[in-house]
């Protein structure tokens, strides 16, 4: 599969790692949600069982929507499903380059996030600036790893509970074995 279809995730996380609470994001931020669609728009999106079922609305629109899960018999109506990692980043991989694409999201959850992130090329970051409580966490980075590469800051407000930071992050060099 051609290397020029980089390999991204797209998380908001609040200071603690927390990105979600029984299943839902703890926190509302209309901006950041404008920001996930305007990027994603287009490209593949991967994302667990839960974060599938979490959904408002199935599938998202303009993007092909993947599920990963353990349980082979699934279905996801609107979506291609998974039980293998490996296959379905390359299944992603091949509709980003069939439809143009040169990206691939993994949306989540916290273990899509975790089998995802050493083979990240880069991360797009929301750091929300608040401690909720939650079950689902964000991996720790390796910042030797990783280069902001931009940043911008929104501030609480209409829609957003707290302020934010989205950011992006460019891994710092490549792994021979990826």
């Known amino acids: 599969m051609p290397r020029s279809v980089k390999l991204c995730l797209i998380a908001a996380r609040a200071q603690n790692g927390v990105i979600g609470s029984q299943g839902q994001l703890p926190w509302r931020?209309?901006?950041?949600?404008?920001?996930?669609?305007k990027v994603t728009l287009g490209c593949p999106i991967l994302?667990?069982?839960k974060t599938w079922e979490s959904l408002p609305f199935k599938p998202l629109k303009g993007r092909e929507n993947i599920v990963m899960t353990r349980d082979w018999a699934y279905?996801?109506?609107?979506?291609?499903?998974?039980?293998?990692f490996p296959a379905a980043v390359n299944s992603a991989r091949a509709v980003a380059t069939r439809e143009g694409a040169d990206k691939v999201f993994l949306i989540?959850?916290?273990?899509?996030?975790?089998?995802?992130?050493?083979l990240a090329d880069r991360?797009?970051?929301t750091d929300v600036e608040a401690e909720p409580?939650?079950?689902?966490?964000?991996?720790?980075l390796d910042p030797g790893e990783w280069e902001?590469?931009?940043?911008?800051?929104?501030?609480a407000g209409d829609g957003d509970d707290f302020a934010f930071t989205i950011r992006q992050m460019d891994r710092v060099h490549a792994y021979a074995s990826r």
């Open 133 to 140: 409580e939650g079950d689902a966490h964000f991996p720790p």
């Open 123 to 125: 991360l797009y970051l």
């Open 29 to 37: 931020l209309k901006s950041d949600l404008a920001f996930f669609k």
């Open 47 to 49: 994302m667990g069982r």
């Open 75 to 84: 279905a996801a109506d609107g979506a291609r499903v998974y039980s293998s």
């Open 148 to 155: 902001e590469t931009s940043a911008e800051r929104f501030e």
């Open 108 to 118: 989540g959850g916290e273990a899509i996030y975790r089998l995802g992130l050493p």
